[in-house]
């Protein structure tokens, strides 16, 4: 199996959005993404699959120095011999994919933040680099650009946490901050034991707000210029924002079960913002409610 076959297996098997997105990029780009998106998967898998912390630890300090071996041109991974023809012409940065591992160490560190600034700061290492990185892929030509990515990544996360509150939360994780658990009167035991309430729906919502802000906030960023390059991310924008707009239709009960988009109504937006161009997903960003 070569490097691509072992990048593009792992991207597959995932069944996520971004698989969808990525079928429709010219094959360098294509590749290039594909291996970033399998280097995220495997030091994510770390984290999921995490029994003894001291381990998991030892093995992300091994993608450390890998990725201080792929930058010295003598990577030993799949993955990263995949990212390496890439490096120059993606504008891919050692410290961007540091900082994707650090965010994985932090989960081993953290399961609850305080406030948003403290789950911001989580979310750019989870999926805001992740943003920027995909971005120079994609490629671009103004700077701003990449204000718009990094807000995009982010939206991306909260989505996925918004998501998987019940999941994380039987993993002894709950990423909503303490200070909006408090503002709601939503207790943490309530979460763990699944139990919804008034309150909970409540809270669900704000971090729904708080998500299309960020939605929002991209879309005003991203500049006319790059937005031919970057209708990848916009095509991930409108699966997310979707998935968004089914959860709130299902009243939140995120507790104990995982809402989702089938893959062919995945593939179905990803194909008609992908012939439709940027204006139409970006419209529809830019109309998420401007409250939080």
């Not at 012409?89 to 403290?118: F, N, S």
């Not at 009167?185 to 699944?194: E, G, Q, T, Y």
Request: with cysteine; aromatic share 10%.
């Amino acid at each position: 199996m070569t490097p691509d076959q072992y990048c593009q297996d792992k991207a597959a098997r995932s069944g996520s959005s971004f698989y969808y997105a990525f079928l429709f990029l010219p094959p360098p780009r294509r590749r290039a993404i594909t291996a970033m998106y399998a280097f995220c998967r495997e030091v994510d898998d770390i984290v999921d699959d995490c029994v003894d912390v001291s381990i998991a630890r030892t093995k992300l300090a091994w993608w450390h120095n890998e990725v201080q071996q792929l930058f010295a041109g003598t990577p030993n991974h799949p993955v990263t011999k995949a990212l390496l023809p890439c490096l120059s012409d993606c504008k891919i940065e050692a410290a961007r994919l540091h900082a994707v591992i650090e965010g994985m160490e932090m989960d081993l560190d953290q399961t609850r933040y305080l406030d948003w600034p403290g789950l911001e700061k989580y979310c750019w290492h989870a999926a805001g680099v992740v943003g920027e990185l995909s971005a120079g892929i994609f490629g671009y030509q103004d700077p701003n650009t990449l204000a718009y990515a990094t807000k995009l990544g982010l939206a991306f996360q909260m989505t996925n946490i918004i998501r998987d509150v019940g999941e994380d939360a039987r993993r002894g994780r709950i990423y909503l901050p303490v200070s909006d658990l408090q503002k709601f009167n939503v207790k943490a035991a309530d979460i763990l034991s699944r139990t919804y309430t008034p309150e909970f729906a409540q809270l669900m919502a704000y971090q729904a707000q708080r998500a299309r802000a960020l939605y929002r906030q991209a879309a005003d960023h991203l500049p006319e210029t790059d937005r031919r390059s970057q209708r990848p991310g916009l095509m991930m924008a409108a699966i997310y924002a979707t998935l968004l707009t089914e959860i709130e239709a299902e009243q939140w009960k995120v507790l104990d079960q995982r809402i989702s988009l089938t893959p062919v109504r995945k593939l179905w937006l990803a194909w008609r913002n992908w012939v439709g161009g940027a204006k139409p997903v970006l419209s529809q960003l830019k109309r998420f409610e401007s409250d939080y």
